[in-house]
């Protein structure tokens, strides 16, 4: 399964901004989809994750109660809702696919399949 991540831009901080992920070439059907960002000179960072197995959604604790990570069947698309920006939110984010399991669900290495990346930039 092919992955494009799209909806990045510049937003004020306090703003919103949704990222989809969609799949082509197949279905999300029986992978984990997850968001990670990685800033200038950092490592990538897990930011959300929605388990298709048992359909629960994972938060690193730097966006919880801020980022909500959603599931559209009918579209084929795990969306990202960020919500309250702030600045050090500003990133590339990547979303990912794999057939992981919960204990790894936050490595970047459990998944096989990833987009090419949009840019979010929040501005003070």
């Not at 966006?63 to 009918?74: E, H, L, M, P, Y």
């Not at 698309?77 to 696919?97: F, I, R, W």
């Amino acid at each position: 399964v092919q992955l494009q991540a799209s909806g990045g831009g510049s937003v004020q901080a306090g703003g919103s901004l949704r990222l989809p992920c969609g799949a082509s070439g197949g279905t999300f059907h029986g992978y984990t989809v997850g968001w990670f960002r990685q800033a200038p000179g950092k490592e990538r960072e897990f930011v959300a994750a929605v388990s298709l197995g048992n359909m629960r959604a994972y938060y690193g604790d730097s966006v919880k109660g801020r980022f909500t990570i959603s599931r559209d069947n009918a579209k084929n698309t795990v969306n990202l809702q960020m919500n309250s920006l702030k600045p050090e939110d500003t990133a590339v984010y990547y979303c990912g696919a794999g057939r992981t399991i919960l204990s790894t669900i936050s490595t970047p290495s459990a998944y096989g399949n990833w987009g090419q990346g949009t840019q979010v930039t929040v501005s003070s």
